[in-house]
Nanobody, 119 residues
Framework: QAHLVESGGGLVQPGGSLSLSCAAS????????MGWYRQAPGKERELVAT???????NYAESVKGRFTISRDNPKNTVYLQMSSLEPEDTAVYYC?????????????WGQGTQVTVSS
């Protein structure tokens, strides 16, 4: 089993920056993809950014050039650096990981962290 715990959400003004982090814990043998998704009120959960274990990054068009995903593999941690934030970025942000444990390879989700962009 594995667990993902996010931190770093909060309230920020438009144009501001915010960083999120997500740490995986448990009996982890390997972590493949890790990423961030978000869900705004009344909308479906959508991909924000992912990074493979080999360092290949993928971004939603709406965040390209503004958000940066990175990983610290020895720490089993993924980060999301967000800049030039817009009110449309307001959502609950969820960490996601494809993790190999004693239970095999499964997809895990964090509990979510609220990001609010407002003046």
């Amino acid at each position: 089993q594995a667990h993902l715990v996010e931190s770093g959400g909060g309230l920020v003004q438009p144009g501001g920056s915010l960083s999120l982090s997500c740490a995986a814990s448990g009996t982890i043998w390997a972590i493949y993809h890790m990423g961030w998704y978000r869900q705004a009120p009344g909308k479906e959960r959508e991909l924000v950014a992912t990074e493979s274990s080999g360092g290949i990054r993928n971004y939603a068009e709406s965040v390209k050039g503004r958000f940066t995903i990175s990983r610290d593999n020895p720490k089993n941690t993924v980060y999301l650096q967000m800049s030039s934030l817009e009110p449309e970025d307001t959502a609950v942000y969820y960490c996601n990981g494809q993790i190999y444990t004693t239970s095999g390879v499964n997809t895990y989700w964090g509990q979510g962290t609220q990001v609010t962009v407002s003046s």
